[in-house]
Structure formats: structure tokens, C-alpha cells
């Protein structure tokens, strides 16, 4: 089987648990990477969700749904605009164990994926070209499954003033 050149994505859209209920944040204490936290860590109990990468030589990578996909959808609002305008962007996965910075130059048409490993882990390639198109549907469908996800597990959560702004990134 050959591996991707590079894919990410989660195996599935509903979520299938219990609701948390509402939950009062700390505005000196906490901020959106709160609210992504704490549904990670809700849906990561469901063992059936996965959250995939692959890539750059390994299919798949070690990721898992509690603290490396908080970690990359905290950064895709802003890569989603950032690859929309045209502007390069990159994706950290700095969580121990996969340690790696996938860093994207968008032209016209396609994009120039570069993976940084900080292990013993190294890309081949090292750099990769895809269509432009279809890195930006899979961040979107990324993006939407979690929301997906986010709406089931802590349904208040979308008109939270956090969430919103999040979802609405400057493209500076």
C-alpha cells in the first residue's frame, strides 16, 4: 500500500456521547484553546473517532483525538484564510511523541508542503506538491467535522464569543 502524500482528516462527523453542560470560563485563565480542550477530551472518549494524518513517508502518523487534534484545530481557522488569500501558513503538531511542523507556500494552483521533524522521525520527501483545492477541502472538512463534533458534545459552545472569533481569524 502506497502511502499519501498527504492526508488529514477525522474518521467521522457525529458524535455519538453525552452533552457537557454549559461551562463557565475564566477570561484571565482560559481562552479558545479551553473550549477545544475540553471537547477534545470529551470526544477522545469515544474510541471509534480517530483523527488521521499521513504522510511524507508514514501512514499513519501517531496522533491521537486529545491533545494533537486540539492542538491542529486551535491553528486551521487561520491556515484555512491564510491558504484562501494566498498566504503561506504552517500546521505545528508540538505534542510529545510526533513533533512536527508541516509548513505550506501557496502559489496559484498548488501548494508546496514542507514536514519539519524535531525526532529521530524523518520525512521523505521531505517536501511534497499538491493542488492547492484539494488541501484547502481537506482543512475545511477537517474544520467542519469538528464542528460537527463540537455541536454535539458541548452544543452551547458555537455562540460562546471565543468560538466565534476564532472562527473568524484575521488574515494578517
Known amino acids: 500500500m502506497s502511502t499519501p502524500l498527504f492526508q488529514i482528516g477525522l474518521s467521522r ?7 457537557a453542560p454549559e461551562k463557565q470560563y475564566d477570561p484571565e485563565l482560559d481562552n479558545i484553546v479551553s473550549i477545544i480542550n475540553d471537547a477534545c477530551e470529551l470526544v477522545a472518549g ?5 483523527f488521521e494524518v499521513a504522510g511524507f513517508g508514514q501512514a499513519p502518523w501517531p496522533v491521537d483525538v486529545m491533545t494533537d487534534l486540539a492542538v491542529v484545530i486551535e491553528q486551521l481557522p487561520e491556515a484555512i484564510g491564510k491558504l484562501e488569500a494566498g498566504k503561506p501558513f504552517k500546521l505545528d503538531f ?16 498548488s501548494v508546496r508542503l514542507t514536514c519539519r521533524s524535531m525526532t529521530t522521525w ?12 484539494a488541501l484547502l477541502r481537506m482543512l475545511v472538512d477537517l474544520l467542519s467535522a469538528f464542528l460537527s463534533l463540537l455541536d454535539g458534545a458541548l452544543p452551547w ?16
Open 46 to 50: 469515544d474510541a471509534t473517532l480517530r
Open 13 to 19: 462527523r457525529a458524535w455519538r456521547g453525552p452533552t
Open 94 to 109: 508540538f505534542e510529545q511523541g510526533i513533533e512536527r511542523c508541516v509548513t505550506a507556500v501557496p502559489d496559484d494552483r
Open 122 to 133: 524523518q520525512p521523505s520527501p521531505l517536501t511534497i506538491e499538491m493542488s492547492k483545492p
Open 157 to 172: 459552545a458555537r455562540s460562546h464569543p471565543w468560538v466565534r472569533a476564532w472562527l473568524r481569524p484575521s488574515q494578517s
